[in-house]
């Protein structure tokens, strides 16, 4: 058991990795930039068994975090619908979270997308990272939404889920103790290139534009029952590395800024189109960093479908990432919800499902 100055220096080596202290972004030639013109495309992963209530199947919709669980069959045709729908655009590299739901989603639009090769490997650089991984909810995590209003008050839980800066009670010592593996270490982002065997695991300083988060010129990694494996391993090691024990709608704001600022601005500085695959509360966070209609007030209140893709257009002005879209009325959000029959089809955001929360509960 960690002493009381120990367990004090831990804590204050996670809340600085929270918030990192960033050096100037060193800027890669921007004369052949100017004006180049970059997506970033952003997809909920699709229904998974804590998504939905399903009386006869068993199922009841929970508070997920970063418990690692499956998609449902409707899930996974969300994911070949937005995969569909996306087949004009040319993606040259995604990011996806360490989580089942959200690696199963990505691939399974990857093969609609005719992103994957024949034997099945990525086309593009694919970056699975940490940083994607969805809010943690502490003790709220496994309980669904009545056994948590028994236990707690609706006036806290409300607090928790919705406030800016409230995180919900800690994961108990015990339960944190078995998904660590350990007190604390450095988390992980993997790089897959495309077309290669080739891997790469780098260390996460959170302090600056580094190889963490950068575009690969070559094109990673065979998608097959080996890569489950590895994943496995991954995961483990990035439990034993920066999972918080709980984490308010800050926290997660704070966890994405480096991909944001390391990663997905300098790529859509260059013109790429890039696609992520994560989660409700972490697509907010990431659109926190660029939509003018975001922001600690109103984060919460955006929807956030399943397996729907929101298109963000950006250019680069002079050297600045400059938000180009039009604002979407229904939203007012500065990016564009792509729609088709499909999408509509598998969509379990119905009305009954808005009001029971249920894909709320991420």
């Not at 270490?185 to 190889?211: E, G, L, N």
């Not at 984490?247 to 390391?262: A, H, I, N, Y």
Request: hydrophobic fraction near 35%.
């Amino acid at each position: 058991m960690l002493s009381s100055s120990a367990s004090k220096r831990a804590s204050k080596t996670f809340l600085r990795t929270l918030q990192p202290s960033f050096k100037k972004m060193p800027r890669r030639s921007l004369s052949n930039n100017e004006g180049k013109k970059g997506k970033l495309i952003l997809v909920r992963h699709g229904q998974s068994i804590w998504n939905v209530n399903d009386r006869d199947l068993g199922l009841v919709s929970r508070f997920t975090g970063w418990t690692d669980i499956e998609l449902t069959s409707r899930g996974r045709s969300q994911a070949l619908a937005a995969g569909a729908s996306l087949t004009s655009e040319k993606i040259t590299v995604a990011y996806v979270s360490l989580l089942k739901r959200a690696l199963s989603t990505l691939e399974i639009m990857a093969s609609k997308m005719n992103l994957l090769s024949s034997s099945q490997r990525y086309k593009i650089p694919v970056t699975e990272t940490w940083r994607l991984n969805e809010r943690h909810y502490g003790s709220l995590c496994g309980m669904s939404k009545l056994e948590a209003e028994d236990i707690f008050s609706v006036e806290d839980l409300s607090r928790w889920r919705n406030g800016w800066d409230t995180a919900p009670p800690k994961m108990d010592a015990v339960t944190l103790g078995r998904w660590r593996k350990a007190t604390h270490c450095k988390p992980y982002t993997h790089h897959i290139k495309a077309h290669s065997s080739h891997r790469t695991t780098t260390s996460d300083s959170s302090s600056t534009y580094s190889p963490e988060f950068h575009s690969f010129s070559e094109p990673g990694l065979l998608r097959s029952k080996e890569i489950s494996k590895i994943n496995t391993g991954n995961w483990q090691r990035a439990m034993k590395a920066e999972m918080p024990a709980s984490e308010s709608l800050k926290d997660t704001v704070e966890r994405v800024r480096p991909l944001w600022e390391g990663g997905l601005k300098c790529q859509l500085l260059e013109g790429e189109n890039v696609l992520v695959v994560a989660h409700a509360n972490i697509i907010r966070s990431l659109l926190y960093h660029f939509d003018p209609h975001v922001n600690s007030e109103t984060l919460k209140a955006v929807k956030i479908p399943s397996a729907q893709p929101l298109i963000c257009r950006f250019e680069n002005v002079g050297g600045e990432l400059i938000n180009v879209g039009e604002v979407c009325g229904r939203t007012k959000l500065k990016a564009e919800w792509v729609e088709s029959e499909e999408i509509e089809k598998y969509s379990f955001c119905t009305l009954v499902g808005e009001s029971a929360l249920e894909h709320e509960i991420a």
